[in-house]
Structure formats: structure tokens, C-alpha cells
């Protein structure tokens, strides 16, 4: 009670702007559940249900008449166990990573070995797993595989190039910022672009990479770029004195950097290097423009089948609410970290 | 031990150092002192290198300080440096600050350093602070951990940069301490400090340096008793008058 007058009705523009809002949500949240819910229509065996209840109710029939093919792409029905497996390992990888006490030399093992199992079960060919060629790769699947091997790959390069843009040598160090600045100037669209269209042309004649594999590459160099950024605001926040120290011990440039100054500096740029992932795993999206089947691709096919056309909203909503679910527990987590680190350092060190 | 000859050092225009000459024995505890800005700092990183100097020559232990990485490092992992700001590794352990260096560039084996590591955690007296973190410690702890720290690498010389500047009064008895013990088990050290008090036990020279010079250098008692110059009596009365 108290806190509501403190807070909501202090005085008389408070208290108007107060009961303004009120009656806004009231007015436009309300409508929203009872189409979202209580008018909702969750299983149909024909279209016609739902197009009965349009205007009225949600037609979540949609998501779980397609879900399989929003999850796995077109990749074979009876063996949708595979993507499914592969994004549970993916799971537990990212909560694994998530956890400090977990941040051990086996993580990097179980890494190599997941990412492995991973190749095994998408692809098959071999333990007797058929064959699925990675066309036939999509949906929430594939999404999630751009951006893990996409940031996987894109953040060791992005630590050489941040180490390269502060090198005293000045030819690496020119090749490096050239680098960052040339890819960070460039929308990641047109990278993607040139990626699918450009790139076959300077490879040698009988040689292809195929779209996925052209498109990760993009992915890649376009969020190292990005990530390199980050990771060098987190070296100049480490002091000099820490170096010099490492450098009095005897420690070598490498060494020194390795065992000194990369692990503060990586801890110091943790949440801005979420901040990177999160817009990074949402960028996946843009390649719908080369053909490839991801999330939102497969959520706008599913909505332009004949008997599905004119629930787009359901289906926006739905692709909406699984980005928002990955991203919002990436921003938590940063947040919490940021808190825990916070309180290292109010002990007088970062930790 | 440490020569320098003819030693010039410049901060693009300004010369920081002029025409050093200064030799340290096998041994021997030099204490250096002088105004802010005089090059005390600038002359012990050219002994381990933190800075290049441009001319003249540095020789440690018998090698030559050139632009050769290998002999840096060779002279690196002999002389111990500590710092007026400590400049522990905050993400690592007391015991693993210690660790460090021994395992990766001795290549000692790790239970070894360890074992190592926890004799020179009670020589500073803080073998209980082993699992901490350097940011959960006092100032005077931290301070004393660095001095373990860099002696963890055995080595041959030690040089300190102000080590107790940065300390509260009642801290920097517990350092002075350690340092002097240090002194009497006969390590070789080079010591920049205002403490007087400290120079008077245990220097056998003191070195007075002004505006990139070494202006006089002799025994503390002549240095104290009568000191040869009008720059390093006006010194003097500062810093002792209050
Ligand atoms: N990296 C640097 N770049 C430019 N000038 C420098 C640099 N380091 C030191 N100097 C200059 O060199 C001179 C000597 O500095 P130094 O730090 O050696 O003095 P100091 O005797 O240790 O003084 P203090 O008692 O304040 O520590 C100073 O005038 C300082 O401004
Ligand atoms: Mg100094």
C-alpha cells in the first residue's frame, strides 16, 4: 500500500498517468488473452476450425500441425530423432558453459566431443546412420548450428585479431584493423550475398563448397569482426602493471598473454560479449535470403501453404517467442554474472 | 652482478636518464633515492628490461641486455621485481600467483612449486592466506605475497620499486620486515625507497639521483652525516624534516 503511493500516486499527474496506463493495458492486454487463450484453438484436423474462429481466437493448430517442420526442416521424418538429439546436446552444452563451477579444461573437452556427435548425427553416413545431406538440414536446428559453430569459430579469431590490432608490428597490426573495420562496414546481408554468389566464382574450376558451409563462413568472419572489438576494450581495461609483472617474471609474450592477461580480460567484456551473441544468434535469420531453411525460414514457408495462408500473426508470435526465450536467458545470465563479478571486485578483485 | 655504463635514456625528447654509471656486487644492498621525476623508477625496469634504454651498456649476471628475447627472458627469470602497486594476478590464488612463473617458465613440476610456494608463504608469514584471492588481503599482505612471489623464481637479484609507498603506516613494518630478512640471508637487492630508517639498517650504499643523474653515492652514515651536495642536503631536509 504504501509503496503504491509512494510510487503510482504521489500526486495528481502521477496518479492520471497511473490510471492512464491502467486503462490502456486493461484495454488492450485483455483482448489479447482471450484471443491468445481462452478463445484459442490448439488442435484442429482441418483448417476449417480455425478459419471459423479467425478474429476471435488464436489458431495455435498451426504450430502444432508444423512444428516438426519448424524444428527439423525438411530433414527425413523418421529420422527427426537425430536434429532433435542434436539440439538437446547443444542444450546441455550451453548450460554446462553457463556454469562456473563447470569452467574446467573438461568443458573444452566436452565441447570437441559434443560438436563431433553433433557432425555425426546431422550428417550420418557412418555408425549406420543413414545419409542426410545437408540441404535437408532446417528449422530450429539450424538455427542453432549456425550460431554455435558461428560464434565457436568466430571468437578465436576474434581474440587473434583483437591481440593483432594492439601488436607492435605494424603490418599485422594494419591487417587487422583493415580487416575489422572493412567487415564491420559491410551489412552482414551483403556479406551473405557475396558469400553465395560471389564466392564460387574465384574458387578453382571443378571445386564447390556447398551453401551451408559458404554461409557459416560468412557468419563467421562477420561476427569475429564484431567480437574482435569487444575483446580488445577488454585488454585495455586490463592494467599495464599486470603484463609487466607476468614480463618481470619471465613469462613470454605468449604465455603472459594466455595465462595473465586474455582470462581478465575475457571476464572483464562478459556481458558485452552476450550482447554480441544475442544479436548474432538473432542475425542467423538473415540467411533466409540465400535459400537456407532456418527458424524463421521455415516459419514463413509453413505460413504460405495454401491451407495456412492468413495465420501469419500465430506464427510470428510463436518464432518470437523461441528467439526471445534463447536471448532473454543469454541477457539473465550475463546480468547475474555482471552481479557476481560486481561483488568480486567490491572485495577488491576481479575474479 | 648488475653494471651499467654510460647508460642514456630518452622519453622522445626528454632524457629520463643521463650517462648512468652504476655497479652492483654480488650481494650487495644499494638503496637509491631522490626527488619525484629523478629516473629512480626508469633506471631499475632497465634492469629487467620494462624499458629499453638507448645507449650505453647493461650487463646482468654476465649477459648483455640487448633487443635479444632470449636473453631477456634468461635475465627476467633471475631478477625478481616488485612493484610499488603489488600487481598481483587478481584472477588467480595466492599459492597459484606463486605457482605461476616456477611451473611455466622453470617448467618445475607442479607439486614441487607448491611445496615451494608454502615455504616462502611462511617466510612472509602468511601461509594461511594460501587459497585467497590477492583482493580479499590487506595491502601489507599483498605486498608480501609479491615479494614471495617474485622470489619463487630463486632469483639472483631483487629490485624494488617503492614497495611500501603505497602502504598505511602500520603495514609497512610488516614489509620493511620481510625485507630485511631478506637482506640478512645476503640476496643481492636494489631498492628505491624514501624509507631512511630501512636504508640506514641495511644499505651498504645509498645512491642519490636527481634529474636523471646519479648525483653522489656513499655509505649511509657519510651519506646521512654529510652529504656532498647542496641538491642531496635540501633532499634530505624535506624528507626527514617533515
Ligand atoms: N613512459 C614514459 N613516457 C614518457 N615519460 C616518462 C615515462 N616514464 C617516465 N617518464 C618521465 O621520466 C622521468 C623519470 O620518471 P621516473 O618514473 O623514473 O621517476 P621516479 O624517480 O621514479 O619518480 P617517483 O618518485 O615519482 O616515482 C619523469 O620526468 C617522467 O615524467
Ligand atoms: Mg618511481
Redesign the interface.
Known amino acids: 500500500m504504501r509503496w503504491l503511493r509512494a510510487n503510482l500516486f504521489s500526486n495528481w499527474p502521477n496518479t492520471i498517468a497511473t490510471l492512464v496506463i491502467v486503462w490502456l493495458a486493461w484495454k488492450l492486454l485483455v483482448p489479447f488473452f482471450d484471443w491468445a487463450l481462452v478463445e484459442a484453438i490448439w488442435v484442429a484436423s482441418d483448417t476449417q476450425t480455425c478459419r471459423a474462429a479467425k478474429g476471435t481466437g488464436a489458431c495455435w493448430a498451426l504450430i502444432h500441425e508444423k512444428h516438426r517442420f519448424m524444428l527439423f526442416g525438411t530433414y527425413p521424418f523418421e529420422l527427426q530423432w537425430r536434429p532433435l538429439l542434436v539440439i538437446l546436446i547443444l542444450l546441455a552444452l550451453y548450460v554446462t558453459s553457463a556454469l562456473r563451477s563447470c569452467w574446467r579444461p573438461w568443458l573444452a573437452v566436452a565441447w570437441m566431443v559434443g560438436l563431433a556427435a553433433i557432425g555425426i548425427l546431422m550428417w550420418g553416413g557412418v555408425l549406420g546412420l543413414r545419409y542426410v545431406e545437408n540441404e535437408r538440414w532446417g528449422g530450429l536446428a539450424l538455427t542453432l548450428l549456425l550460431a554455435t559453430f558461428g560464434i565457436a569459430l568466430a571468437f578465436p579469431l576474434a581474440i587473434l585479431l583483437a591481440l593483432g590490432r594492439r601488436s607492435e608490428l605494424p603490418v599485422l597490426r594494419a591487417l587487422c584493423v583493415l580487416y575489422i573495420e572493412l567487415i564491420r562496414g559491410v551489412p552482414l546481408i551483403s556479406l551473405l550475398f557475396m558469400a553465395s554468389v560471389m564466392l564460387p566464382l574465384f574458387l578453382p574450376e571443378g571445386m564447390s563448397i556447398d551453401k551451408l558451409l559458404r554461409a557459416q563462413i560468412a557468419m563467421t568472419l562477420f561476427a569475429a569482426a564484431y567480437l574482435a572489438e569487444v575483446v580488445r576494450g577488454g585488454l585495455q581495461a586490463v592494467p599495464r602493471g599486470q603484463l609487466e609483472a607476468a614480463q618481470a617474471l619471465g613469462l613470454p609474450y605468449w604465455r603472459t598473454t594466455w595465462l595473465v592477461v586474455l582470462p581478465q580480460a575475457l571476464r572483464i567484456s562478459i556481458p558485452p560479449l552476450v550482447n554480441t551473441f544475442i544479436g548474432f544468434f538473432k542475425d542467423t535469420s538473415l540467411v533466409l535470403i540465400i535459400g537456407l531453411f532456418d527458424l524463421l525460414t521455415t516459419v514463413k514457408v509453413s505460413i504460405g501453404e495454401p491451407q495456412w495462408v492468413g495465420f501469419g500473426v500465430e506464427a510470428y508470435i510463436f518464432v518470437s517467442v523461441v528467439y526471445f526465450v534463447f536471448c532473454y536467458a543469454m541477457s539473465r545470465y550475463s546480468q547475474n554474472l555482471e552481479l557476481e563479478l560486481a561483488r568480486g571486485a567490491a572485495r577488491g578483485g576481479v575474479r | 652482478m648488475i653494471e651499467l655504463t654510460g647508460v642514456n635514456k630518452w622519453f622522445g625528447e626528454f632524457q629520463a636518464l643521463k650517462n648512468i654509471d652504476l655497479s652492483v656486487a654480488r650481494g650487495e644492498k644499494i638503496v637509491v633515492c631522490g626527488p619525484s621525476g629523478s629516473g629512480k623508477s626508469t633506471m631499475i625496469r632497465l634492469i629487467?628490461r620494462?624499458e629499453a634504454h638507448q645507449s650505453g651498456r647493461i650487463v646482468v649476471d654476465g649477459i648483455e641486455l640487448t633487443d635479444d628475447?632470449q636473453a631477456i627472458?634468461?635475465i627476467?627469470?633471475e631478477?625478481?621485481?616488485v612493484?610499488q602497486?603489488f600487481?598481483?594476478?587478481?584472477?588467480l590464488t595466492v599459492l597459484e600467483n606463486l605457482t605461476?612463473?616456477p611451473v611455466?617458465?622453470h617448467h618445475t613440476p607442479r607439486q614441487e612449486a607448491r611445496e615451494l610456494a608454502m615455504q616462502l608463504l611462511v617466510r612472509v608469514r602468511i601461509p594461511e592466506q594460501a587459497a585467497k584471492?590477492?583482493?580479499?588481503?590487506s595491502g601489507g599482505q599483498q605486498q608480501r605475497v609479491a615479494i614471495a612471489?617474485?622470489l619463487a623464481?630463486r632469483p639472483k637479484v631483487m629490485l624494488f620499486d617503492e614497495p611500501t609507498s603505497a602502504l598505511d603506516p602500520e603495514m609497512i613494518k610488516e614489509v620493511l620486515e620481510v625485507m630485511i630478512e631478506l637482506a640478512q640471508e645476503g640476496m643481492t637487492m636494489l631498492v628505491v625507497t624514501h624509507e631512511m630508517g630501512f636504508a640506514r639498517t641495511v644499505a651498504d650504499r645509498i645512491v642519490f639521483m636527481d634529474q636523471g643523474e646519479i648525483v653522489e653515492s656513499g655509505t649511509p652514515r657519510d651519506f646521512f652525516a654529510a652529504p656532498k651536495t647542496d641538491r642531496a642536503r635540501l633532499f634530505l631536509s624535506q624528507i626527514l624534516g617533515h
Open positions: 629487467n620494462l628475447l627472458e634468461k627476467r627469470a631478477v625478481g621485481m612493484f602497486s600487481n598481483l594476478f587478481p584472477h605461476l612463473a611455466w617458465v584471492y590477492p583482493g580479499q588481503l612471489r617474485a623464481m
